[in-house]
């Protein structure tokens, strides 16, 4: 049987001091005032426009100029293209803050804003595509290897269509997940990322729903057969490893941490934010609403039922045992990677774990605070609904399923083949 890193030692992790919130590069805006900036936008910006966003079915430009003004597209980049090469502990911090006032636009840019991480474990050439002429470009991404890339001299041609881009609307290039067929370096088929320019591909609106319909999550279309140049290629395999290509060129550990152990921190980031925003906004309105009580109870504070009183605890323990988590995780991973040290099979899957967990309990937090609201708190012009409908979409991504992230961590603990996304 297998087993998960010492609980012990890993709660001794100091989060608080973790390298992923300090930035190796001089120019960089100190975390303190980033955090600012991102309450600021959160407060003044993303709540009072959060309806706006979801009849848009997009981040707005609005919101995207802030974030990129703001430094947030940075946060992660490599300092070679005027990034910041901040960590995830830090991508946590201001992704959270931002999923208080509108869990839609935190989205879009966490994704954004992870994938600028991402690019920076690509091939070298690859990265110069992107930001040689435009450092401020962000990427959207669909991974799902659903479409197969046919290898060319001079590199790989791709036609189809990639569902759920989060932010297209305000992305410059697409990374998409294709099948490659064996080659010289891998003789079996394998998968992986191609990165595409916007001029590539155009969008196919298909995204109409209940939850986070604000993060524009459309398809990526590209709908005759493109060239792709082979130095925008990442497979799969090359994203998971411990020296990523882009690792020769980008030399802080940062771009040494295999992606599938903390990249899912950006699907969970602004879950944690959208409860934390639903128990601010119901904090809010107890301390002065009065209960109308059709059959009892009327004319009685709201903050002064005994089950109002447990659920908010309920609600406020949940959300801190998840950043709890998620904070010990990405502590870790930072950690291990500055001394140089492999994260094992075992770390990876508990954290995997604990994305799914953190994400699960984030979303009773946000069904805690729902279940008090009553008839008032279903007007699409309250925020504590919306944050019901985005938490529990959040909670239903893929990469966050418990049952498949579960079984997957069960497998491992039982000594079988782990099977799914580690």
Not at 281 to 300: C, E, K, Q
């Amino acid at each position: 049987m297998n087993d998960f890193p010492n609980p012990t030692q890993a709660s001794r992790v100091d989060t608080a001091d973790a390298p992923g919130r300090h930035s190796p590069v001089a120019s960089a805006p100190e975390l303190s005032k980033l955090m600012e900036r991102a309450m600021e936008i959160s407060e003044g910006f993303l709540r009072p426009h959060a309806q706006q966003t979801e009849e848009a079915r997009r981040v707005s430009d609005e919101a995207t100029a802030l974030f990129r003004e703001a430094g947030f597209f940075r946060l992660m980049q490599p300092a070679r293209f005027g990034g910041y090469e901040y960590g995830f502990s830090a991508f946590v911090d201001i992704i959270s803050e931002l999923g208080r006032g509108c869990p839609s636009s935190a989205w879009g840019c966490s994704l954004g804003s992870v994938h600028q991480w991402l690019l920076g474990t690509f091939p070298a050439q690859a990265q110069e595509d992107v930001w040689g002429t435009n450092p401020d470009a962000i990427v959207c991404g669909s991974y799902a290897p659903t479409v197969k890339a046919e290898r060319v001299q001079d590199g790989y041609v791709v036609a189809g269509r990639w569902h759920w881009a989060s932010n297209i609307d305000n992305s410059q290039w697409a990374l998409i997940g294709v099948q490659f067929a064996p080659d010289d370096e891998t003789p079996v088929p394998h998968a992986g990322f191609l990165l595409v320019p916007r001029e590539q591909w155009t969008i196919h609106d298909d995204w109409f729903t209940a939850g986070q319909a604000g993060t524009g999550s459309k398809a990526v279309e590209i709908k005759v057969p493109t060239l792709v140049p082979a130095h925008r290629k990442l497979t799969f395999a090359q994203a998971s490893s411990n020296l990523p290509p882009g690792a020769a060129v980008n030399t802080n550990p940062l771009y040494r941490i295999p992606f599938l152990s903390a990249l899912p921190v950006c699907l969970v980031s602004p879950i944690l934010g959208a409860a934390q925003g639903a128990i601010d906004a119901f904090l809010a309105a107890a301390g002065s609403r009065v209960t109308r009580g059709a059959v009892a109870g009327g004319g009685s504070r709201l903050a002064e039922f005994f089950p109002v009183q447990s659920r908010v605890a309920e609600a406020s323990a949940m959300i801190d045992a998840a950043r709890l988590l998620i904070y010990r995780d990405v502590a870790e991973v930072e950690r291990l990677a500055l001394a140089g040290q492999e994260i094992d099979v075992d770390t990876r899957i508990r954290n995997r774990l604990d994305h799914a967990f953190a994400a699960r309990l984030a979303r009773d937090s946000i069904n805690a605070i729902f279940d008090n609201t009553g008839g008032n708190g279903l007007a699409l012009s309250q925020p504590i609904q919306r944050l019901w409908r985005d938490g529990n979409a959040i909670a239903k991504h893929i990469s966050l399923n418990w049952d498949a992230v579960s079984s997957m961590a069960g497998q491992h603990l039982l000594g079988l083949e782990a099977k799914g996304q580690y």
